[in-house]
């Protein structure tokens, strides 16, 4: 997978966990098995401290992003591994705006790492395409756009009602995002880079994407730079996904062109992210959500949690542990050691527990 420590690798870590809601309190206890047993393998320390911020507190106690939280998470810890929020009691999703967005926006993660990577070519729909073919790394901006919550109702519940909803886009922002993708490229190796907007009817917002994605690429003469319209983008991933190599888009658009990456790689059941900030506490998550619809089952995929951890190992620069993660859900994947949304019978713990095995066997003297 690609580079994305920006930490130095020192021997100890704090990892704050924060499972969440549904399917997020499952899988992120196999990942945090899976996290302990690399950690005893290679005689590392990994400190973990659980939140159990989410619905259940939310409707309990009325809280949902305590105070002082974000002060606590920046100061006292290098990472957070994150679950999933969102519960049909809460039909607002206010705790999840509160804890998930609030966590992005307040410790300033601008960079929505996605990357959409075909781990065995059976997991894909798509017709004739191998591991090589669907590799890329999404970038979605995480601090601005139409996520910022600007806006509001005018007449509400009236036949005269309005709605405003705000895209905000400030030069920084889309400035540092861009500059971060073809950074990416260029310490990784990779050739291509793609910016996707709607400049053709967003004619403000995303001109500024227009005007900044211009002059950054100048900086990057060796790297092929490439613009799509975001409706472009969606037609043309599936129609030949090894065109990209690194995507960068908007907070929005991102968060679409990465469920529909997922699923040309196997479904949401795998795709891990990392939300980051160079340099400061990130966090790390799933992309898929609370699923619940499978919640309480022990069924979900925890792949996807333990290939988020893998990208915590890499933020941390523990470079062999996060690359043993990540074949050891290769190596499940071959011997279809598999929960069911991939076709397999196995539960939840029984895979956190092979993936526990996996690598503990992999750094066996
Ligand atoms: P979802 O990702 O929770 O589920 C979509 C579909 O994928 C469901 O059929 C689900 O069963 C399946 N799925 C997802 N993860 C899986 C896994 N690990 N193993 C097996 N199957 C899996 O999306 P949704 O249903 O649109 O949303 C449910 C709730 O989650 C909502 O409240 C939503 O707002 C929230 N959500 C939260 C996050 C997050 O916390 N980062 C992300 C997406 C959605
Ligand atoms: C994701 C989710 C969130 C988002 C929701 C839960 C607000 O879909 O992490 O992809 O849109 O960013
Ligand atoms: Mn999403």
Redesign the pocket.
Known sequence: MANLSLRNGGAAARIAVIP?D???KE?TPEALKVLRAVAAATKRSLEFVDFDWGADKFLREGVSLPAGAVEMLRDEFDAILFG????PRVPT?QH?ADI?LGLRFKLDLYVNARPVELLDERLTPLRDRKEKDVRIMVLRENTEGLYVGVGGFFKKGTADEIAVQEDVNSRKGVERIIRYAFEHARKNGLKRVCMSDKSNAMTFAHDLWQRVFKEVRQEYPEIDSRHLYIDTLAMEIVRDPRQFDVIVTCNLFGDIISDLGAQLAG???LAPSGNIHPGRTSLF??????????AGKG????F?SVLTAGMLLEFLGWKAEAAALHSGVKEALFKNYL?P?LGGIKKTTEVGDWLAEFVSKAFAP
Do not use: C, R, W
Request: glycine share 24%; net charge negative.
């Open positions: 969440g549904g399917i997020g899988v999933a929020l969102g519960d999703n999840a998930l479904g949401l059941g998550e799933p992309v898929h959500g609370s699923a619940p619809n499978i069924i979900a995929n925890p996807g929960t949304d």
